[in-house]
T-cell receptor, first 111, second 114 residues
């Protein structure tokens, strides 16, 4: 049974720092992996989607990597800003509509 | 208008009440989903509809009853809920149910069962 783990559960860093969020999964048989952002009391916004054949995806200050064989993905945020404060979730796709979710990392960027 | 709209944003109901959550998508998508998000727990998929036909019922108790009258609207009818059903209920849509279709989420309904 696929399990997705995100460590740490919470992270607080000063503004301007580069940071890495981690996501690990137990079964490498996945179609893709997605990173989402959730602001308090809001829904989820898709940030990056990495296909199983890809190693990384970039969007602005965000870079997501995927190492399927080791069951790991990282989300790198460059030059963090207070507006980056949110909960970040990763999810792996194992079938057409079934996403397996991590519990999220709550990120706080201190001004 | 946002892509996926959920109403109400907040709902407080007693254990004997009957209420409904509504979701509407303006993206022309063919698949819609209900998810449950409880504190400190991963999102749980509840129901999936594709072209108005239910394709997944993820062992959800019968006190939750979904309805999809057309591809733009999705409802979740609630009756005789339990306090542990208190959570954020998220609706999502996608072009179809294929693995490459990204999900678009609404802002959720915060449900409190007293």
């Amino acid at each position: 049974k696929q399990e997705v783990t995100q460590i740490p559960a919470a992270l607080s860093v000063p503004e301007g720092e580069n940071l890495v969020l981690n996501c690990s999964f137990t079964d490498s048989a996945i179609y893709n992996l997605q990173w989402f952002r959730q602001d308090p009391g809001k829904g989820l916004t898709s940030l990056l989607l990495i296909q199983s054949s890809q190693r990384e995806q970039t969007s602005g200050r965000l870079n997501a990597s995927l190492d399927k064989s080791s069951g790991r993905s990282t989300l790198y945020i460059a030059a963090s800003q207070p507006g980056d404060s949110a909960t970040y979730l990763c999810a792996v796709r194992q079938s057409n509509y079934q996403l397996i979710w991590g519990a999220g990392t709550k990120l706080i960027i201190k001004p | 208008e946002t892509g996926v709209t959920q109403t109400p944003r907040h709902l407080v109901m007693g254990m004997t009440n009957k209420k409904s959550l509504k979701c509407e998508q303006h993206l022309g998508h063919n698949a819609m989903y209900w998810y449950k998000q409880s504190a400190k727990k991963p999102l749980e998929l509840m129901f999936v509809y594709s072209l108005e036909e239910r394709v997944e019922n993820n062992s959800v108790p019968s006190r939750f009853s979904p309805e999809c009258p057309n591809s733009s609207h999705l409802f979740l009818h609630l009756h005789t809920l339990q306090p542990e059903d208190s959570a954020l209920y998220l609706c999502a849509s996608s072009q179809d149910t294929y693995y490459n279709s990204p999900l678009h989420f609404g802002n959720g309904t915060r449900l409190t069962v007293t």
